[in-house]
């Protein structure tokens, strides 16, 4: 059904009384079109100061999926879905030690694969995802790894956070995947708040100053994995803590401000 026109006030008798109730219409900023960008509390500066902090504490953060090429990088990538980094190192060493390229990892066959990788969760998928973009490896790139995040995402087993590691790890490309620890830090910090990985990623890459954007996602992923923790936070451990503005925080003075010993996984 149509709406109602409203008269046109031209066209009314200065007696009209009509006339005098223009504020009926709707204010104009109602008709703005609604931007989808949510207010967090933080300003550039404490933004700024959050990632210095964590380029102190690791200027140099390393992925902890071990890996010697860019193929073992995604195949690492691929099976370290809902399984830890060090439990899929375990398993890869020998695998890796077999098949480092996709031919290899074909002539291996997805019976022993399977059997490689069986301690690490969803091993049959997992192995059949293996032989499946390796498969598609050498006969769609040449053998190669493809560089591009469109490109990376139509390997079987490879979605966009894997892409986003891949991209980043093995060809320089910053990029920010967002998995379980970087997601629990937008949202706990309210510093990039969303409902998805994909709303999350979108946030951080608005905030995320350029000079560090390379590292953000190992920061992220380090700082949620051994100081911001999923069931409790150790704020006592934390650089951040006087930046912090999460409601589960327990303590506002942050921890001395030095480089860490490297990463042992
Ligand atoms: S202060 Fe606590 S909640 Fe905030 S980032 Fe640090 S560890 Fe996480």
Same mark, same amino acid.
């Given at each position: 059904m149509?709406?109602?026109?409203?008269?046109?006030?031209?066209?009314?008798? #200065?007696?009209?009384?009509?006339v =005098?109730?223009?504020a009926?219409a $709707?204010?104009a900023? !109602?008709?703005? #079109?609604?931007?989808?960008?949510?207010?967090?509390?933080?300003?550039?500066?404490?933004?700024?100061?959050?990632?210095?902090?964590?380029s102190?504490?690791?200027?140099?953060?390393?992925?902890?999926?071990?890996?010697?090429?860019?193929?073992?990088?995604?195949?690492a990538?691929?099976?370290?879905?809902?399984?830890?980094?060090?439990? &899929?190192?375990?398993?890869?060493?020998?695998?890796?030690a077999?098949?480092?390229? #996709?031919? $290899?990892?074909? =002539?291996?066959?997805?019976? %022993?694969?399977?059997d490689?990788?069986?301690?690490?969760?969803?091993?049959?998928?997992?192995? $059949?995802n293996?032989?499946?973009?390796? %498969?598609?490896?050498?006969?769609?790139?040449?053998?190669?790894?493809? %560089?591009?995040?469109?490109?990376? !995402?139509t390997?079987?087993?490879?979605?966009?956070?894997?892409?986003? !590691? &891949?991209?980043?790890?093995a060809f320089? &490309?910053?990029?920010?995947?967002?998995?379980?620890?970087v997601?629990?830090?937008?949202?706990?910090?309210r510093i990039a708040?969303?409902?998805?990985?994909?709303?999350v990623?979108?946030?951080?890459?608005?905030i995320?100053?350029?000079?560090?954007?390379?590292?953000?996602?190992h920061?992220?992923?380090?700082?949620?994995?051994?100081?911001?923790?999923?069931?409790?936070p150790?704020?006592?451990?934390?650089?951040i803590?006087?930046?912090? $503005?999460?409601?589960?925080?327990?303590?506002? !003075?942050?921890? =001395?401000? &030095?480089?860490?010993?490297?990463?042992?996984?």
């Amino acid at each position: 059904m149509q709406k109602p026109k409203s008269p046109d006030p031209a066209k009314l008798s #200065p007696g009209d009384k009509t006339v =005098a109730k223009p504020a009926r219409a $709707k204010p104009a900023t !109602v008709r703005k #079109p609604q931007a989808r960008r949510v207010k967090i509390p933080y300003s550039p500066e404490e933004i700024h100061e959050i990632f210095r902090r964590f380029s102190v504490q690791r200027p140099e953060p390393k992925g902890e999926l071990e890996h010697v090429n860019p193929f073992t990088l995604v195949v690492a990538v691929a099976l370290s879905a809902q399984a830890t980094d060090s439990g &899929v190192n375990k398993a890869t060493r020998a695998l890796f030690a077999i098949a480092d390229t #996709p031919e $290899k990892m074909l =002539a291996l066959g997805e019976d %022993r694969v399977r059997d490689l990788i069986k301690t690490i969760g969803l091993y049959r998928n997992k192995a $059949k995802n293996v032989i499946a973009l390796s %498969r598609k490896l050498v006969e769609d790139f040449g053998g190669e790894v493809p %560089r591009t995040r469109e490109e990376l !995402v139509t390997l079987p087993g490879v979605g966009r956070k894997t892409a986003n !590691v &891949v991209m980043s790890m093995a060809f320089g &490309v910053p990029t920010l995947a967002v998995d379980t620890h970087v997601f629990r830090i937008g949202n706990r910090l309210r510093i990039a708040p969303g409902k998805t990985p994909d709303e999350v990623e979108a946030a951080f890459l608005k905030i995320i100053p350029d000079e560090y954007l390379f590292h953000a996602h190992h920061w992220l992923i380090l700082h949620g994995r051994y100081c911001c923790k999923a069931r409790k936070p150790e704020c006592e451990r934390c650089v951040i803590a006087d930046i912090c $503005k999460s409601p589960e925080k327990t303590c506002d !003075v942050p921890a =001395a401000l &030095v480089e860490l010993p490297g990463q042992v996984v």
